[in-house]
């Protein structure tokens, strides 16, 4: 059974779309850079799930400095990623059971009907 403090940092991670995406991200690939985060959070800003069509386009580099000060800091913090600011490299902590159970489903809720295809959000986000 989560302490309620477990599960309070988690849904504090899981209340913004960008720690989430994250989070996506790194339940498939493990480890990865800011850069290729950045990528993904843009892509999925972009042409996501819920995207809007007409919106603004997202600013990469806006979306890089948000992760690197803000995002990673706080799933570091709480221990669900590593995130090392000199290198770039974020990896997957370690997330207790429920955490894993609780990400997935809201995994499947953000992508609504589809499978959310992370590489596929990078790769939009290049073009």
């Known amino acids: 059974m989560p302490t309620e403090d477990t599960l309070s940092t988690l ?4 209340s913004h779309p960008h720690r989430r995406v994250v989070l996506y991200y790194l339940g498939e690939h493990e480890t990865t850079s800011l850069d290729a985060l950045a990528a993904c959070v843009t ?3 972009e042409s996501g799930p819920g995207a809007d069509a007409g ?3 997202v600013d990469y580099e806006h979306v ?6 803000t995002h990673l800091p706080m799933l570091a913090e709480s221990g ?3 995130y090392d600011a000199e290198s770039g490299e974020v990896r997957l902590g370690d997330l207790p059971p429920f955490a894993e159970s609780v990400v997935s489903t809201a ?5 609504g009907d589809g499978e959310l295809d992370v590489d596929a959000l990078v790769a939009s986000s290049e073009n």
């Open 11 to 14: 849904f504090r991670a899981l």
């Open 43 to 45: 892509g999925w800003s």
């Open 55 to 57: 919106a603004t386009p």
């Open 64 to 69: 890089r400095i948000r992760l690197h000060h």
């Open 80 to 82: 669900f990623v590593t």
């Open 107 to 111: 995994v499947a809720t953000d992508a």
